[in-house]
């Protein structure tokens, strides 16, 4: 050995991606047709990311 100690991985092998899409985040991603940051529904863009009709 060389003197360096050995550090422990900090994640896990299988773990979920950081690059999955989340709807809420902010980030259009994958399915989301919108994503505005938020979970609320009735201000444009649904709790699950999909646009809302004006009516």
Do not use: F, L, Q
Not at 25 to 49: F, K, M, V
């Amino acid at each position: 050995m060389s003197g360096r100690s050995e550090r422990s991985i900090p994640w896990k092998v299988g773990a979920a991606s950081a690059c999955a899409p989340v709807c809420g985040d902010g980030i259009e991603a994958g399915p989301e047709e919108c994503d505005d940051g938020n979970t609320t529904s009735g201000d444009g863009c649904s709790s699950t990311c999909h646009v809302e009709d004006d009516g």
